[in-house]
């Protein structure tokens, strides 16, 4: 491709790139006479190859106007924060560089000035805290005295049989060393949990300045999301990490209760057999409320809405919002298809009756308000944008408002009765998103389709995202289906795909039967049909896009898509050779028979209906009798039947019929889909004589760190433009002896 190509995609990547994502807002006061809201943001620094986390304050009259702003204040080095209810006091998780090393602190703020700064390493209670979505905590007490949190148990010092010893020793006696166990395996949660072995929950204590770990935990569960009771217990989720640690990120299957802490007490608050999230507090700490699904089964489900009182003798559980099989009829005349996202940390109204969450339906974000006396559900009024609740205090609602056009802006609203009925919360702007050059040109539209069939399972839709018109025939297409596989695609900014637009290409968005949003039965389809039900519904939007668009080009069709999706790109460039022309995979599953043993979610098996996991008795069986991951039986004559039909619905099965020039991109350290999966596509491709390119990073399955995120990228684009863009271009320059310069990207 000629280099004033190269240099015009470089050039799209920096403008997208100074776009930042809004990643949270915290309401620190909401008064009469005023409100201050914290944002925080993510955009990326090219030139350090990092994510740059900055803050922003606004300051807001009674009528939710914007009075001021300050600059943006950098953050990075911040992992977590949080204040005490007054705003007096403020706790901050820290990670620095100290002679080298990279050490946590925690520092202790008043108004005025820095008040305590803890040196973790050195007080040597326990080890890193954990900062990631799945395990973190970080919450001052009622009293405003201590700081909950959960860190990696601290584990005996361990040294080899044999150490020379120094001649002298020492006036104080290190601690005891054990021999013989430095080699010891620890087992840990998976992809992007590495090393996180075992969990604890650490209390920092600010007035004797003493960090303590809460007894209590069966030594079989692993505690997270901690948070205090107003008697100074502790409610989290504790998961089972016995007989196997599975992986946790994208997986809320996993076997785990609702716990209370009091006084070294344990007690289980929600059911056996069950997968827990997210435990929320009212604001007058009488109810507790969380998400829960059966354990087992679909990596990702619908999900109820449980309720507890805490100041009941009983403590027995109620449902507030069932699992949805396929869409209920709620408030305002809306359908609702479940609960999928996460609860916002603050979601409740002032009075505790009103709950305030968010998630994702069809093809967008949508957010609601549910009542905890009635059971009722009223969805916010909104547009077309993905609408996100991102805090709530004193009935003070900050949200996320995005599309595929428009990067996030931050808006608030203000909650009262009158809103239950007609969803209406006006909101204000407080920030705005720099306008794209050429997106004046594009559109997207969310499209549905219901096959007229006897599958018990029938709608899937689709996301158009491009130019608004053109001549007949003149704009490539990209079919894009989303991982998982049981995720979804919604209406929001994506740099990857306006990058592909911007550059001339048209892209379809396929939430193909077995994505979310759309009821748990839609879900569960997927289940012995993967291969063939998903890639059926890739074929058929991709024919309805270039029936409805007539500018799309059906010579000039591409696909590009990672883990599922990479096994769906795959898939499908060996079913329909003759459609699809172009193909970029990342990280994609190639052979489920050779990866479901040795990938991180060993229950990752959607090769089987839920009636042969049983009949094999594996890990799947989980999915019905809520058993554990069951790796004791035998290899037997069913145990074939079980790998010759992985075998048979993947990719493998159809690589001998792929002309489509690939380009792979995996991750060296990817632990959900094991690196020798893209390389045996690599390695069959050349010795049938397929163009094929492979890009190596030093990277995890997302691939989302700085540099491998800006090459995998652009290379993706470049090679997608060489083989179906209509300009015409000099071919030679993205042979792989020739592609250093664009390994390297700035």
């Known amino acids: 491709m000629a280099s004033n190509q190269v240099e015009k995609i470089v050039n799209l990547y920096k403008t997208l790139a100074r776009n930042p994502s809004l990643s949270g807002a915290k309401i620190l006061r909401a008064t009469s006479s005023g409100v201050l809201i914290l944002s925080t943001w993510s955009q990326r620094n090219l030139e350090r190859k990092i994510n740059e986390k900055f803050c922003r304050n606004h300051i807001l009259d009674s009528e939710l106007q914007l009075l001021s702003e300050n600059f943006p204040i950098d953050v990075t080095t911040e992992l977590l924060s949080v204040s005490t209810e007054d705003e007096k006091r403020r706790a901050v998780l820290k990670q620095t560089t100290v002679e080298n090393t990279s050490k946590q602190f925690i520092e202790i703020w008043d108004k005025q000035r820095l008040v305590e700064n803890y040196d973790l390493a050195a007080l040597d209670v326990h080890g890193d805290v954990y900062t990631d979505s799945e395990f973190a905590s970080f919450e001052w007490s009622p009293d405003k005295t201590k700081v909950l949190y959960i860190a990696e148990k601290k584990l005996p010092k361990s040294g080899p049989f044999y150490k020379q010893k120094p001649l002298s020793k020492k006036e104080k006696e290190e601690d005891e060393v054990s021999v013989g166990n430095e080699y010891i395996y620890k087992p840990h949660w998976g992809e992007q949990l590495v090393g996180k072995h075992r969990s604890v929950i650490g209390v920092l204590d600010t007035i004797t300045d ?29 998961w089972k990490h016995e007989p196997r640690h599975l992986g946790l990120i994208a997986c809320t299957n996993r076997l785990s209760w609702i716990f209370l802490l009091k006084d070294g007490e344990y007690k289980k608050l929600s059911s056996d057999g069950c997968a827990v999230r997210c435990p929320r507090i009212s604001p007058d700490g009488k109810h507790l409320i969380w998400l829960e699904r059966e354990a087992g089964g679909p990596h990702h489900n619908a999900h109820r809405l449980m309720h507890l009182k805490l100041d009941s003798e009983k403590l027995e559980a109620d449902v507030l919002v069932d699992v949805v099989h396929t869409s209920i009829s709620i408030k305002n005349s809306k359908q609702f298809y479940g609960l999928y996202g996460r609860l916002p940390r603050r979601c409740w109204s002032s009075d505790s009756q009103y709950i305030f969450l968010s998630s994702p339906q069809q093809n967008n974000i949508r957010s609601y308000i549910v009542d905890t006396k009635t059971k009722t559900i009223t969805e916010i009024q909104n547009d077309q944008t993905s609408l996100t609740i991102l805090d709530v205090k004193n009935d003070i609602i900050a949200f996320s408002e995005m599309s595929l056009v428009e990067p996030s802006v931050l808006t608030v609203g203000k909650f009262n009765l009158e809103v239950t009925s007609s969803g209406n919360i006006v909101r204000s702007k407080l920030s705005t998103s720099a306008l794209i050059p050429g997106s004046e040109n594009i559109m997207y539209e969310c499209l549905n389709h219901d096959y007229d069939n006897q599958d018990e399972i029938k709608h899937f839709n689709f996301i158009y995202f491009g130019p608004k018109s053109g001549d007949d025939k003149s704009v490539p297409l990209v079919i894009v289906p989303h991982g998982g596989p049981h995720s979804n695609y919604v209406n929001q900014f994506i740099l990857d795909y306006f990058l592909f637009v911007l550059s001339g290409l048209a892209v379809v968005q396929v939430n193909y039967r077995g994505s979310t949003g759309m009821g748990s039965k839609n879900v569960e389809y997927l289940q012995g049909r993967v291969g063939d039900a998903d890639v059926t519904d890739c074929v058929t939007a991709t024919k309805e896009a270039l029936r409805k668009y007539p500018w799309l080009n059906p010579e000039k069709i591409g696909l590009t898509g990672g883990s599922h999706g990479g096994f769906l790109v795959t898939h ?29 979610i060993p229950d990752c098996r959607n090769a089987l209906s839920k009636e042969e996991k049983i009949m094999y008795h594996h890990d799947m069986c989980a999915a019905v009798i809520n058993c554990s991951f069951d790796e004791t039986p035998a290899i037997d004559s069913s145990e074939f039947e079980m790998f010759v039909k992985m075998y048979k619905c993947s990719p493998i099965r159809h690589v001998g019929k792929v002309k489509a020039p690939t380009l792979l991109c995996i991750g060296s350290n990817d632990l959900r889909v094991p690196p020798s999966q893209g390389k045996l596509w690599y390695q069959r491709l050349k010795a049938n004589n397929v163009k094929t390119k492979m890009l190596l990073y030093e990277d995890n399955h997302p691939l989302a760190s700085g540099p491998a995120e800006i090459d995998n990228v652009i290379n993706a684009c470049l090679w997608l433009l060489e083989h179906i863009s209509t300009e015409k271009v000099d071919s030679i320059s993205l042979q792989e002896n020739k592609c250093d310069k664009y390994n390297n990207c700035e």
């Open 572 to 600: 499908l460039s060996g079913q329909y050779p003759d459609l699809y022309k172009v193909v970029v995979a990342r990280n994609p599953v190639i052979d489920i028979s050779a990866m479901f043993r040795i990938s991180d």
């Open 210 to 238: 003493t960090i303590s770990i809460l007894s209590g935990i069966p030594d079989e569960l692993s505690p997270a999301q901690v948070l205090w009771t107003k008697n100074q217990g502790v409610v989290g989720v504790a």
